[in-house]
């Protein structure tokens, strides 16, 4: 998972409704691709004292020093030991909100790309059962597969 | 060519106006009393200036108060009346650099110049007749004919006149190119036409930030040998960029012979492109100016605005293709030329702090790509002598490359320091005050990025002294003080920090006011004999506080120090206040020299690296068990030659798993903060380096004892730790 995906934002309306799939634990989850700067694989993470348990720490993007959160840890799912799957997306925080600089999420293996139009996304169910619905913001379909299409903005919502 | 990049050309033009209004400010503040003949000089050239440039990007607002202020200078240069309302004058100059500042904050913001002058214009015009009034030497008004604008054919005689306003123009800007013939008003009164041979000699001035100078002449040299022979033109060579200053700074003097006669000839090279001033004259006989069209006032018919470039433009690309790699560097080089500043700076360019913050990434990235390479771990245990030397240059040259690149981020606190002294010369103008701002070491450099977060602090401070601790004038010579009140403000270097010293000889803190304030505030936390007078007076830097009763101009609304200190914990610094009642009060700023370097020790601490700034280091050692002993709140002690020191654990203090918990097995890191000194418990040291500073990712909430993080040559980040913020937990 070395190759990068530059994606830059003036494409937007020509990657409208493209994700990019990854895969924690047993589903697969997408987040908007305009999001998405590129795919590195893992690489040293520096621990940051006194942040909260799904911050994982900073890692050194080619001179860059980015920010790393545990999607695992985030939804509240027990870790697992990295392998040569794991990767860290990084996405464009500043789409998100302004200031946030870029930000690298650690998934369990990348999937693919695919288009989810409108009409193939349906709302999550509104029962809260677990912590994870209030980070999904729709669920989308890919012929007979479901994804689970983020709402980035709560992912990153820090209380 | 011909084309006409007003984009680029904005930047320039925001700039120079900016430095053009400072210089301005400065002019004034310094002479407010009286002006001598060479401040008013200056002033009319600056105002001269402002009003082309603004009359050139259209801004016919701004170019309009300019031309009044320059009206008022002319008048004052030519007339040098006395009994001058220097005051007056100054408030008016100063109103008129306002607006020039405001409009040039609407265009930098991208918004449309719309401020109105007019007002601004009739309060100097009122002011210049009522100058006129009082002086009984009038000036004879020359008469007012149209601007000559280049005739199309052979007009009989190029009257030599323009509007009175324009008149002063050339002479201005000669004043400032140092040219070496004074303006002859000599008109010419007769031409003829025929077989004869004349012979000229033109003196060219381009166009200010024009470029390429060089080719512009070598274009203007090739058209002419169409009408003229016998060309001789000084720089001889051209083609040479080095050129390009001596055109701009002497203009470029053309000497030939030709049939034409002076008219035509005139009319051939007043067509040359970005053409600002032409000096013709048939030699030994008359000489006359044109003035390109862009220095009259903007209502002028100008004929030769849109003439085209008389070359082919396949021939202009011929010509320029050479130069276009060092385009850039002329660029910037015409941008500093371009700004009128004192001598000193002239050998100065200007970058954006974008592109050194790039380079200083870059720069980083490279130190890290040299280690990978020399450090790799496949080169080990190969005997490759002649590589590791080679090595060994590489480093020194990227070592000293990297200094060259942080140095290049220093700049003076000179501009800053010398902005305040129009808020002290504002303020006692409204305060009715007497106050003496001395400026003390106002070379000392640091960080850009830490000027941009200093003025403000600075501002407020001088704001506050003057508000609230300089006293009225009377009140001075009462207790026996000078009438004149003397502000200090001083920089200076102190190891890894910049000092900045706001010292007054006003009255002081009111420390039974200040504590009365914060009782009533519920800002205190102990009884009110517990305070120091020292403690008290760090009240003032709370939000809110403030003990003036009412709200002025200038303070009293409590959001002053407050802002000080925001502003100084952005750039890492402390604010200290320390007075004395009748005598006076002194701020210090300790800010640090740059926020883009420090050195550092790496320390581990739970098998993670930790970066402590050096400049906090008193020493390290290991302590043994004789040594520490706990007090019965649990406060762990260490006794260290004679002195008695509290140690903080690091890992407890940053709850960081899998540390050496045991003191006698880690290091203790002997930590200063102003007069306070820790131990500070690591679990061993690695080794000391230059750190480039990064800031901690947005998205992470700032936490105590942290400011920041950092590569290390192996491409890990490290930690930086913030050791005042041991202190305040």
Known sequence: MDQEMNMESRVDDMIKDQYLTFAIENEDYGVEIANVKEIVGMDAITKVPEMPDFIEGIFNLRGELIGVLDVRKRFGIPSKEHDEETCIIVIIGDRIQEGLGKLGLIVDAVRETVIIPDDKKLPPPNARLRNINQFIRNIGHVGDDIKLLMDLEKFLAQD | ?729
């Open chain 2, 1 to 729: 060519m011909a084309d006409f990049d007003r984009e680029s050309m904005l930047d320039m033009f925001i700039f120079e106006m900016n430095q053009l209004v400072e210089q301005l400010e400065n002019t004034i503040v310094q002479s407010e009393s009286e002006y001598n003949i060479d401040q008013i000089n200056e002033i009319f050239r600056v105002m001269h200036t402002i009003k082309g440039s603004c009359a050139m990007m259209l801004y016919d607002n701004i170019a309009a108060v300019g031309h009044a202020i320059e009206d008022l200078f002319y008048y004052l240069r030519e007339e040098n009346p006395k009994n001058l309302d220097f005051k007056t004058l100054s408030d008016h100059v100063l109103e008129g650099a306002d607006f020039v500042k405001a409009e040039l904050g609407k265009i930098s913001n991208g918004q449309t110049s719309d401020g109105d002058g007019s007002v601004l214009i009739k309060h100097i015009g009122n002011f210049l007749k009522a100058i006129k009034a009082g002086t009984p030497v009038q000036t004879p008004a020359p008469p007012p004919v149209a601007p000559t604008a280049v005739a199309t054919s052979p007009p009989p005689a190029p009257q030599k006149s323009e509007p009175p306003v324009t008149k002063a123009a050339p002479a201005a800007s000669k004043a400032v190119k140092a040219a070496p013939a004074p303006a002859q008003t000599e008109a010419k009164s007769e031409l003829e036409e025929g077989d004869m041979m004349y012979q000229y000699k033109a003196m060219i001035y381009f166009q200010d930030g024009c470029e390429m100078e060089n080719i512009r002449a070598y274009t203007l040299v090739h058209n002419l040998q169409d009408i003229a022979q016998d060309i001789t033109h000084t720089p001889k060579d051209v083609i040479d960029e080095a050129t390009i200053e001596l055109i701009r700074q002497n203009g470029f003097e053309i000497e030939f012979t030709s049939d034409l006669d002076y008219a035509r000839v005139n009319n051939h090279l007043s067509q040359t492109v970005y053409l600002r001033e032409l000096n013709l004259m048939e030699l030994g006989t008359t000489m006359t100016t044109v003035k390109m069209p862009h220095d009259l006032p903007p209502v002028t018919e100008a004929p030769i605005t849109e003439i085209e470039p008389s070359v082919e433009p396949e021939e202009i690309e011929a010509i320029k293709s050479p130069v276009t790699a060092n385009e850039d560097a002329i660029k910037k080089a015409a941008a500093a030329a371009a700004t009128p500043a004192a001598p000193t700076t002239t050998n100065l360019i200007n970058v954006s702090i974008k592109k050194l913050d790039d380079l200083l990434n870059l720069m980083g990235e490279l130190v890290i790509s040299e280690a990978t390479v020399t450090q790799n771990s496949e080169l080990k245990g190969l005997p490759l002598d002649n590589f590791y030397k080679e090595a060994r240059t590489l480093q020194k040259i990227i070592g000293n490359l990297q200094q060259t690149v942080m140095s290049m981020r220093l700049v003076p606190l000179s501009n800053t320091f010398f902005k305040m002294n129009r808020i002290v010369r504002d303020m006692c103008r409204q305060l009715e005050k007497d106050v003496h701002l001395e400026i003390i070491g106002e070379d000392t450099e640091v960080d850009k990025k830490i000027i941009e977060h200093i003025g403000d602090p600075i501002m407020h401070i001088i704001r506050n002294s003057i508000d609230h601790g300089v006293e009225m004038p009377v009140d001075r010579e009462k207790t026996g003080k000078p009438r004149k009140a003397k502000v200090i403000l001083e920089a200076k270097q102190a190891g890894g920090d910049v000092l900045i010293i706001i010292k007054d000889d006003g009255r002081g803190i009111n420390t039974e006011k200040v504590l009365r304030k914060a009782r009533e505030n519920g800002l205190t936390t102990k009884a009110d004999h517990e305070y120091t007078e020292r403690e008290i007076q760090q009240f003032i830097f709370l939000p809110g506080f403030s003990t003036n009763d009412t709200v002025t101009n200038f303070s009293g609304r409590g959001v002053g120090m407050d802002v000080v200190v925001k502003n100084l914990e952005i750039c890492g610094g402390t604010a200290l206040v320390d007075s004395t009642p009748g005598i006076g009060t002194t701020f210090t700023l300790k800010i640090p020299l740059t926020l883009a370097i420090i050195e550092g020790m790496s320390v581990s601490v739970g098998g993670a690296q930790y970066t402590i700034p050096i400049v906090n280091i008193q020493k390290s050692f290991k302590a043994t068990k004789d040594k520490l002993f706990t007090d019965p709140n649990g406060n762990e002690m260490v006794s260290e030659r004679g002195e008695i020191f509290n140690v903080v654990r690091m890992h407890e203090f940053f709850h960081i798993q899998g540390a050496v918990t045991n003191i006698e097995d880690g290091t203790l890191m002997m930590l200063e903060n102003g007069d306070q000194v820790i131990c500070l418990l690591v679990d061993f040291l690695i080794g000391q380096q230059q750190a480039v500073v990064k800031p901690m990712p947005k998205y992470f909430k700032r936490v105590q004892g942290i400011s920041g993080c950092t590569l290390l040559g192996n491409g890990d980040v490290s930690i930086i730790v913030d050791v005042p913020g041991f202190f305040d937990k």
